[in-house]
């Protein structure tokens, strides 16, 4: 199986920061690699798809980059509706392991 | 639109077997490039992609769960059925379906996704 490590497990922020996250996976993926946020209670939404292709209706504050097996989500600025978990995913080969998650809290 | 909507028992026992159906509008699963997954998350945890069944027919599974799950679709019904053997205390979990298509997106990135159901495991 292809390995999926997110990095950090959580953060703490402020409103109007900039925020990263990390996803690295265990060989090259490509750019098959997409990012969900989740929010307390609800199904995953999907942000980022293709490693760095805006989901349609998801605020242009969030960006991914990266290709084979380094990614970044970027938040560039922090708003209080973005404090959530996020997600990453591999779907370049089954299984299609999702990251083990990172908490974005108030700081 | 397009929607998804889980449905199933919320408790089983040990050893019974999991039934979940995830009945979907606003798209079909006889069009080519669509698929639709189930994914998992236990309380407090991470996601899990369990499968995903395509237009074709075409199935994929975990592979820590393969000889327990089963996937099937009822394309006149616009159903997809989850089938989970030998359920154990550590499946309690909610279960969520979800949508893919490479109209959009060639990855299959779940752009669509159920509420979920929340499935307790316990005698």
């Known amino acids: 199986d292809i390995q999926v490590t997110q990095s950090p497990s959580s953060l703490s922020a402020s409103v109007g920061d900039r925020v990263t996250i990390t996803c690295r996976a265990s060989?090259?993926?490509?750019?098959?690699l997409s990012w969900y946020q989740q929010k307390p209670g609800k199904a995953p939404n999907l942000l980022i798809y293709?490693?760095?292709t805006l989901q349609s209706g998801v605020p242009a504050r969030f960006s991914g980059s990266g290709s084979g097996t380094d990614f970044t989500l970027t938040i560039s600025s922090l708003q209080p509706e973005d404090f959530a978990t996020y997600y990453c995913?591999?779907?370049?080969?089954?299984?299609?392991?999702f990251g083990q998650g990172t908490k974005v809290e108030i700081k | 639109q397009i929607t998804l909507k889980e449905s199933g028992p919320t408790l089983v026992k040990p050893t019974q077997t999991l039934t979940l159906t995830c009945t979907f509008s606003?798209?079909?699963?006889?069009?080519?490039?669509?698929?639709v997954g189930w994914i998992r998350q236990p309380p407090g945890k991470a996601l899990e992609w369990l499968g995903v069944?395509?237009?074709?027919?075409?199935?994929r599974y975990s592979p820590s769960l393969k000889s327990r799950l089963t996937i099937t679709k009822d394309t006149s019904k616009n159903q997809v059925v989850l089938t989970l053997t030998n359920m154990d205390p550590v499946d309690t979990a909610t279960y969520y379906c979800?949508?893919?298509?490479?109209?959009?997106?060639?990855?299959?990135?779940?752009?669509?996704w159920g509420q979920g159901t929340m499935v307790t495991v316990s005698s």
């Open positions: 979800a949508h893919s298509s490479t109209s959009m997106d060639p990855t299959y990135a779940f752009d669509i």
């Open positions: 606003g798209f079909s699963l006889s069009t080519g490039g669509v698929g």
């Open positions: 069944i395509y237009w074709d027919n075409d199935k």
């Open positions: 060989q090259s993926i490509a750019r098959y």
């Open positions: 293709a490693a760095s």
């Open positions: 995913q591999q779907s370049y080969r089954d299984p299609r392991t």
